[in-house]
């Protein structure tokens, strides 16, 4: 098969069992969104996803993402940072990804509030929780979510639209059932605590998206089954 057939292929089966995930559950599919995680792939990778009709990418490494955004140079994409992000790379990441899925701290949520306040934007966000609470693991524990939530409400700078979780990594793809519902259940509480809309969970990758769409994901990351595997094996996630 050439490459583009297999991107196309690649992209129907993931988007198939989105939909299935969905009839399962007894959700509309359109509430789901696919974030095609392009990285460690070339650009040409993410013009082929592209030409399929992709508009959606994810990328970890500030470093690696800024120039493939510029080397992309079709219209109408749109970039999702899911990636750990350092306080120091966050002024290259304010304003150029229409979501940050990786706030996982005051620090960074009031860096991230400067830095969208000096270039006069509205930073999209999402808390991302350390559900299983693994040591060396990114994310907020779900016991300290609550006051993260809180300050970020009011930083007027940031637009807090939910969460993102990565669990831990299981050959079994109902693994991480609990965690999805989890997230689920604390974003429900944060709403209540809140009292505004928390509409978004990023939830969900290649091994086991169909457990997180039926747990109620919005946005589903998947890098692997849609581009094939990483040629860096080093990717910590
Ligand atoms: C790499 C990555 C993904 C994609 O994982 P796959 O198993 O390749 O689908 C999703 N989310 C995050 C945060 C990642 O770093």
């Given at each position: 098969m050439t490459d583009d057939s297999r991107a196309s292929e690649r992209l129907f089966r993931v988007m198939e069992r989105i939909g299935r995930a969905c009839a399962r559950a007894g959700?509309?599919?359109?509430g789901v969104t696919l974030v095609a995680v392009s990285k460690f792939q070339p650009p040409a990778a993410v013009s082929a996803m592209y030409a399929r009709g992709q508009r959606l990418f994810g990328e970890s490494y500030i470093q690696e993402a800024l120039p493939k955004m510029e080397a992309v140079t079709e219209p109408d994409i749109e970039w999702h940072f899911i990636g750990r992000l350092q306080k120091n790379k966050a002024k290259f990441a304010v304003g150029r990804f229409?979501?940050?899925?990786t706030v996982d701290s005051l620090e960074l949520a009031r860096t991230l509030q400067n830095r969208a306040l000096a270039a006069q934007v509205v930073q999209p966000v999402l808390i991302q929780v350390n559900i299983d609470a693994e040591?060396?693991?990114a994310g907020v524990s779900e016991t300290d979510a609550p006051a993260l939530a809180e300050a970020m409400a009011g930083m007027d700078r940031l637009a807090l639209g939910g969460l993102m979780v990565l669990p831990k990594a299981l050959d079994?793809?109902?693994?991480a059932r609990p965690a999805f519902s989890r997230l689920r259940a604390l974003r429900d509480a944060l709403v209540a605590r809140l009292?505004?809309?928390?509409?978004i969970l990023s939830m969900g990758m290649s091994g086991d998206l169909e457990a997180a769409v039926e747990e109620g994901a919005t946005h589903v990351r998947v890098g692997t089954d849609l581009f094939g595997q990483r040629k860096d094996a080093s990717d910590p996630k």
């Open positions: 959700r509309d599919p359109s229409a979501l940050i899925h040591p060396q693991k079994d793809p109902e693994a009292g505004r809309p928390l509409p």
